[in-house]
């Protein structure tokens, strides 16, 4: 998921770019899911319009991730068996993450229970990925960023109306720019 760069004989990333987009989609995202929350909205959006921005701004941030990972791959010496493993980590999370609110809503009977897990569920999934990323890269930086992601999007559930959604545009959008500013600092220290 992130730009490598080769020093010594270990790979050391640079998450710079993926920080940058994936913080503006949870904050431009969230922020719109947040906005036009409930019967008396901040600001009246169609109903599809903050699922496309959500939706638009992680997939322009995947092809800006990616593209980043295929030009570290070709001059990085990256571990091909844990980058594929991290990969497929991804698909797997979030298939599992499917399975799970699917089974939830058609148990209990309310389909409202998928606005409630999916941006919180993302959100913890996406911070367990982080997490493995930063044991697997020896990255506390993208670490630290995991286990804020987790911790906060399941503490979201507690946030009733357009508050979660705040939460995850502010914090998780917020927790994106800043470990974005901090990265320069860690590449440095690395390069060391």
């Known amino acids: 998921m992130s730009h490598l760069i080769a020093a010594s004989a270990r790979t050391i990333l640079d998450n710079r770019s993926s920080y940058l987009s994936f913080g503006a989609a949870w904050f431009v995202g969230h922020g719109a899911f947040a906005l036009a929350h409930g019967d008396d ?10 699922m496309l921005l959500l939706g638009g701004g992680l997939l322009a941030a995947l ?19 844990v980058s594929g493993l991290l990969a497929a980590s991804w698909v797997i999370g979030f298939g599992a993450l499917f399975v799970v609110i699917t089974a939830l809503s058609s148990v209990i009977g309310d389909p409202a ?16 990925l982080h997490l493995a990323g930063g044991v697997a890269y ?37 927790s994106y720019l800043l470990a974005a500013i901090l990265e320069p600092r860690r590449l440095a220290a690395a390069h060391a």
């Not at 229970?113 to 919180?120: A, E, F, S």
């Not at 990255?139 to 960023?145: E, K, R």
């Open 41 to 50: 909205p901040l600001v009246d959006l169609p109903g599809p319009v903050p």
């Open 63 to 81: 092809a800006i991730t990616g593209a980043a990972a295929g030009r570290a791959r070709r001059t990085a010496t990256a571990d091909p068996l």
């Open 113 to 128: 229970i998928q606005t409630l897990l999916w941006p919180t569920g993302s959100g913890v999934v996406v911070g367990l």
């Open 138 to 174: 020896r990255d506390v930086l993208q670490y630290s960023l995991g286990a804020w992601l987790a911790l906060m999007s399941g503490a979201a559930l507690f946030f009733h109306g357009a508050n979660l959604y705040w939460l995850l545009a502010l914090a998780g959008g917020g």
